[in-house]
Every structure is written in structure tokens, then in C-alpha cells.
């Protein structure tokens, strides 16, 4: 009974031709839509990249602390974040050395205007030199668990936060 069914299938194909190209492009097409799910598409966006501000940055590690003080004791706070200095970029350059000098050069790249910019690898946050964080009506309990949340989110030192309550 098998080999009817083969035998009936190729005479299908020998006996019509638009069945044969139909076929041929049904399972063609079936072939790309199964690689573009393996091989991802290369998009070029003319998105920039989102840099943030010193500001920015103490203000958004400020709005966190808010945040995480209100979830912790159903209380808003007033934070202070004071940061060390201002960001630092640290931009891809290469050295050459020639007898015994060394001169840096920045790699840098053309916009779609023709200007050039030093080619950008990352950007250092500062250090975070103290946060002081008020609320009200908290105890002292609640004073010190906010000071372990704070230390914990930020990675710094003991003596660089302050919880008060009032």
C-alpha cells in the first residue's frame, strides 16, 4: 500500500506542472522563514547612545533610595546623595611606542555630518562620598534596617550614610 501511495505522489508531480513550482516554493519558503529564526538580523539603527549626567545619575540614585525606603516602611524620605566628583569617559585609543616614547592616539569615528568624535568605550560614574536620608516616624529599628538597604544597594562604607528621623 505504501508503495501505491509513492508511486501515486511522483505521478502526481510528473503529470502537473504549477503543482511542482507550488511545491518547490511552499518548501522554499518554509527554508527562510526556519533560518531567519537561527540567524538574527542585522539592524542599523541611527539610535545614540543614552549617556547619563552626573546629575542625572545622583538623581535617579536618590529617587532608588526613596523608592526603597517607602517599600521598606511605607514612609517617604527625603535623600541626599553626594557624589566625589563629576562622570569620567574612558575612550578606545591606541599606543605606539617608538624608542622609547609613547604616544596615545584616540580612535575616533565620523557621524553622518563628517564630525568627528573620539570613539567612546565607556563612562565611569563617581564614587558616591555620603547619602543622608531623613523621614519621619520611623524607629530605631527602622532607622537601621534603612541604613543596611542603603549600604547594601550602594556597596560603600558604614560611615558614609546617614538615617535620621524626626
Keep these: 500500500m ?14 502537473d506542472r504549477k503543482i511542482k513550482i507550488i511545491t518547490v516554493l511552499l518548501v522554499a519558503a518554509g527554508i ?26 545622583e538623581k535617579g540614585v536618590e529617587k532608588k533610595i526613596e523608592d ?4 521598606l516602611t511605607g514612609a517617604k524620605a527625603s535623600v541626599s546623595v553626594t557624589l566625589s566628583s563629576s562622570k569620567e569617559n574612558i575612550y578606545l585609543d591606541e599606543t605606539k611606542k617608538e624608542n622609547g616614547k609613547s604616544e596615545e592616539n584616540y580612535i575616533v ?36 534596617k534603612i541604613k543596611q538597604s542603603v549600604l547594601a544597594l550602594l556597596n560603600i562604607s558604614e560611615e558614609k550614610v546617614c538615617v535620621l528621623s524626626s
Design 32 to 57: 527562510l522563514i526556519l533560518l531567519s529564526c537561527y540567524f538574527p538580523q542585522n539592524k542599523k539603527t541611527n539610535e545614540k547612545i543614552k549617556t547619563f549626567s552626573t546629575e542625572e545619575y
Design 2 to 15: 505504501a508503495a501505491k501511495i509513492k508511486s501515486a505522489f511522483f505521478e502526481l508531480f510528473k503529470s
Design 109 to 144: 569615528v565620523k557621524d553622518s555630518s563628517g564630525a568627528e568624535t573620539a570613539l567612546l568605550v565607556t563612562e565611569k560614574m563617581p564614587e558616591i562620598r555620603g547619602v543622608v536620608v531623613i523621614t519621619n516616624g520611623i524607629s530605631a529599628e527602622g532607622c537601621l
Design 68 to 71: 526603597m525606603v517607602f517599600s
